[in-house]
T-cell receptor
Framework: SQQGEEDPQALSIQEGENATMNCSYK?????LQWYRQNSGRGLVHLIL?????REKHSGRLRVTLDTSKKSSSLLITASRAADTASYFC?????????????FGQGTRLTINP | NAGVMQNPRHLVRRRGQEARLRCSPM?????VYWYRQLPEEGLKFMVY????????ESGMPKERFSAEFPKEGPSILRIQQVVRGDSAAYFC?????????????FGPGTRLTVL
């Protein structure tokens, strides 16, 4: 499996419920980032967590990172229809001081009204 | 401050033609990255450039593909003699200078369709 692999591949929940997506990776990382992609659009950066951090919050988003298990999770609380999108984790490795991102295949999240 | 701009947004080419994709990074950003996304898949890194330099092209096919980021003007991803398998969305991202923990800012992408 490739670096930054999301689980599940697809998730469908009711509006108001919490959505949890997981990401596993294989190699050492500098940081891990989560992005959202609406259908047919570009990527929107959601949150970045550094390798020395364990948890980070941003609004309704909560990200955890467990470097011993090489895994991360993204929790969206109180989901809304507008959260319907694909969510990708990306691991960052350094090339001459700048990042090369390796993306997983994403989780397609559907929020049902 | 305008975001990352890509054009065209949609490009249709016949097999054997050339495709030129342009990317203007955000103001003040001198690092540009190109990614390719096949349907129902995540983004795959292709190439990383700084002004007038290719830093890492490990994700770019050896033949038919080339990229540049001149001193003036946008970054260009060029695909020669396109084939149907080149049909994909191509995304450009940029980041500021000298930052190891920064996010990458993505453009809206160019959707290439090869007939």
């Amino acid at each position: 499996s490739q670096q930054g692999e999301e689980d599940p591949q697809a998730l469908s929940i009711q509006e108001g419920e919490n959505a949890t997506m997981n990401c596993s990776y294989k190699t050492s990382i500098n940081n891990l980032q989560w992005y959202r992609q609406n259908s047919g659009r570009g990527l929107v950066h959601l949150i970045l967590i550094r390798s020395n951090e364990r948890e980070k919050h941003s609004g309704r988003l909560r990200v955890t990172l467990d470097t011993s298990k090489k895994s991360s999770s993204l929790l969206i609380t109180a989901s809304r229809a507008a959260d319907t999108a694909s969510y990708f984790c990306a691991t960052g490795s350094l090339i001459q001081g700048a990042q090369k991102l390796v993306f997983g295949q994403g989780t397609r999240l559907t929020i049902n009204p | 401050n305008a975001g990352v701009m890509q054009n065209p947004r949609h490009l249709v080419r016949r097999r054997g033609q050339e495709a030129r994709l342009r990317c203007s990074p955000m103001k003040g950003h001198s690092h540009v990255y190109w990614y390719r996304q096949l349907p129902e898949e995540g983004l795959k890194f292709m190439v990383y450039l700084q002004k007038e330099n290719i830093i890492d092209e490990s994700g770019m096919p050896k033949e038919r593909f080339s990229a540049e980021f001149p001193k003036e003007g946008p970054s260009i991803l060029r695909i020669q003699q396109v084939v149907r398998g080149d049909s994909a969305a191509y995304f450009c991202a940029s980041s500021p200078v000298r930052s190891s923990y920064n996010e990458q800012f993505f453009g809206p992408g160019t959707r290439l369709t090869v007939l």
